[in-house]
C-alpha cells in the first residue's frame, strides 16, 4: 500500500498544481512568477524534481525552502525523484546512466564536491558519499509521500491502479506507469498526474503540450514535456472556485510577427510522439508526405525533411507536429523549426504547435 496523505483544503484559497519540473530551477521560479505566487496560495508539486535539466539540486534545495516557509505547499515523488536508490541497491546499470546522463542530480552532487564517476574504486563507495555529503537532501526526497487525496482530487505522480481500493496501487505503478490517460480508474475523483507528456495522447487531435483535463474520465495530465520536447513546456494546473485554468512557460526564445493572416483550409490535425515513429509512405507533396503510422493505424502529414529511411523502413526521425495552424496578422509567435522548405514550425501563445506557410511571417 502506497503512502497517500489526506488533506482539508480551504476552498476560498487557489489550488497550483506543477509537476515534471525536471531540474529547471529558472522556469520553475519564472511559473511562480508568472503565476503571481503567494504562501497563501496552496502549491502542489507533483513529482520528478529532478533529472534532465540543469539544476536539479537547486531544485531541489528551493523546494525544500518552500516546504519550510509555508506549510501550504506539498510535494509528491516522482521516479526521476528516487534514483538514488539504485546507487545505494548496488545496481550497476546506475553507473551507464550518469555516463549517459549528465545532467542528474546524482552527477551534480558528485561536481559540488569536484569528484565525478571515475573517482570511486566500487558503488559502495559512491553510497558513502551521498549519504557523507548529501544525507539530509535524500532523506527528504525519501519522505516525499506518494499521492495526496482531497474531497475533490487525487495527486499523484503517473497513476493509480485499477482496484476498488486505489491505495493499493503498487509504488512502482504510482510512480512510473506509462500512459495513465489511457487506462481507467474506481476512484470517483479526479486524478492528477505528470510523468508522461500530454502531448504523446494528441496523435490524431490538435498538437499541444497544454494539460489534458478530461472530467468525464475524471483524469488530468499535466506534464508539458518540459526538458523531454524541443517545444516542451512547464505547465501549471490552477484549481480556483472549482473551475480549471492553466498556464505555461517555456525555453522558446525566437519570436516573429506574423505579416498577414492566414487560414488553414488543411484541416490537418496531430503529432507523432515517441515511440511512434515508423510511417508507411503514401502520397508524397512537395512539403509534406502523407503517411500512415504503421503503430497507431492512422494518417499522418509528415515534413518531408523529418522523414529518414533506414533498414528499409520510414520513421519520422523525432517527435513533431503534423497539425497545420491558421494565424492572424500582427499575431506574434515563436519558432520552432525555420530551416524546412516552404513552411515553418511555430508555437501560438496559447500553446498550439503546428506549421504554417513561409510566406506570411514577416522577415
Known sequence: ???????????????????????????FKKLLDQLN???????????????????????????????????????????????????????DGIISYMKKQNNSILNEMLQQHNRSIDDFHNIEAMT??????????????????VAYE???????????????????????????????????HHAHKNVIVGHWPAINYRSNQDCSNNPLIDLNKKIIAIDGGNQIKT???????IIENDKYS?????????????????????????????????????DEEEFFTYCENTRLGIQQWIKNEYLELKD???????????????????????VIDNECSGYVLIKRSNGEVG?????VIRN
Request: hydrophobic residues 35%; proline residues 2%; charged residues 30%.
Open 128 to 145: 558513502d558519499f551521498y549519504q557523507q555529503h548529501f544525507k539530509d537532501e535524500l532523506e527528504w526526497l525519501e519522505s516525499l509521500p
Open 37 to 91: 505566487y503567494t504562501e497563501e496560495d496552496y502549491l502542489f508539486i507533483n513529482g520528478d524534481l529532478c533529472e534532465k535539466g540543469p539544476s536539479s539540486l537547486n531544485v531541489v534545495q528551493y523546494v525544500r525552502q518552500l516546504t519550510q516557509k509555508s506549510d501550504h505547499v506539498y510535494v509528491t515523488k516522482g521516479n526521476c525523484d528516487i534514483l538514488y536508490r539504485y546507487v545505494f541497491k548496488g545496481v
Open 1 to 27: 500500500m502506497i503512502e497517500v496523505k489526506k488533506l482539508q483544503l480551504d476552498k476560498n484559497k487557489r489550488i497550483i498544481v506543477i509537476s515534471d519540473i525536471h531540474g529547471n530551477i529558472k522556469l
Open 312 to 334: 528499409n523502413m520510414t520513421y519520422c526521425k523525432d517527435d513533431l507536429s503534423t497539425t497545420f495552424l491558421s494565424v492572424n496578422e500582427g499575431e506574434k509567435v515563436k
Open 150 to 184: 482531497t474531497e475533490e482530487f487525487i495527486i499523484i505522480h503517473a497513476g493509480i491502479d485499477d482496484l476498488d481500493n486505489w491505495h493499493h496501487t503498487s509504488e512502482e505503478f504510482a510512480l512510473s506507469t506509462p500512459s495513465f490517460y489511457e487506462k481507467e
Open 231 to 237: 517545444d516542451g513546456q512547464l505547465n501549471a494546473l
Open 246 to 282: 492553466t498556464s505555461y512557460v517555456d525555453e522558446l526564445s525566437d519570436e516573429i510577427d506574423i505579416a498577414k493572416t492566414h487560414v488553414d483550409s488543411t484541416r490537418r490535425t496531430g503529432a507523432v510522439t515517441y515511440p511512434n515513429y515508423e510511417m508507411k509512405m503514401m
Open 355 to 359: 506549421w504554417i506557410p513561409r510566406e
